[in-house]
């Protein structure tokens, strides 16, 4: 296989961005995903690559639950902001500020949109494991066109 057309073809694959976020206790962990889709309507499933050696996958083993916080159209820096380390002073998570929700979900509060899940299963295969979450419950905080990974001129994936 020709490795810089597998690349051009996968990145073709059109995706979001958002941030995921995990709780266990005081501990919260968050990065920026864009492997994210809804797999099933009844029950409502998604299904979500996390990277293996993150903190977020780390919390979400433990806990078995997860909130994707859907960012807005105009919201790359909070992306940016979640590609490295979670630092949390106070009520924010690396200079934005958060809640967290009766689930003990943690919900930024600038983004437009979010969603809580509970595991139901973990396919553990290759660097991310396929995460299948049942979402549980739900927020709109406004309603705003999403942040496309195309609009961002960043790659990943290929």
Same mark, same amino acid.
């Given at each position: 296989?020709?490795?810089?057309?597998? #690349?051009? *073809?996968?990145?073709?694959?059109?995706?979001?961005?958002?941030?995921?976020?995990?709780?266990?206790? $005081?501990?919260? /962990?968050?990065?920026?995903?864009?492997?994210?889709?809804?797999?099933?309507?009844?029950?409502?499933?998604?299904?979500?690559?996390?990277?293996?050696?993150?903190?977020?996958?780390?919390?979400?083993? $433990?806990? #078995?639950?997860?909130?994707?916080?859907?960012? &807005?159209?105009?919201?790359?820096?909070? /992306?940016? /902001?979640?590609?490295?380390?979670? #630092?949390?002073?106070?009520?924010?998570?690396?200079?934005? $500020?958060?809640?967290?929700?009766?689930?003990? &979900? *943690?919900v930024l509060k600038d983004c437009p949109?979010?969603?809580?899940?509970?595991? #139901?299963?973990?396919?553990?295969?290759?660097?991310? /494991?396929?995460?299948?979450? $049942? *979402?549980?419950?739900?927020?709109?905080?406004?309603?705003?066109e999403p942040l496309y990974m195309l609009?961002?001129?960043?790659?990943?994936? &290929?």
């Amino acid at each position: 296989m020709d490795e810089q057309i597998k #690349k051009k *073809v996968l990145r073709m694959i059109s995706y979001g961005l958002y941030i995921l976020t995990t709780k266990k206790g $005081e501990e919260i /962990a968050a990065g920026t995903i864009n492997w994210l889709s809804q797999c099933s309507f009844k029950p409502p499933l998604v299904m979500v690559g996390v990277k293996k050696d993150s903190n977020s996958y780390r919390l979400l083993l $433990e806990t #078995k639950r997860f909130t994707i916080n859907i960012l &807005g159209k105009d919201q790359k820096n909070i /992306a940016q /902001a979640f590609f490295g380390p979670t #630092k949390r002073e106070n009520q924010t998570l690396n200079q934005y $500020e958060f809640y967290t929700t009766k689930n003990d &979900g *943690v919900v930024l509060k600038d983004c437009p949109a979010f969603f809580e899940c509970t595991v #139901k299963h973990i396919y553990d295969e290759g660097d991310h /494991a396929v995460v299948i979450g $049942e *979402v549980v419950d739900v927020g709109l905080h406004n309603e705003q066109e999403p942040l496309y990974m195309l609009t961002t001129g960043w790659f990943y994936g &290929g």
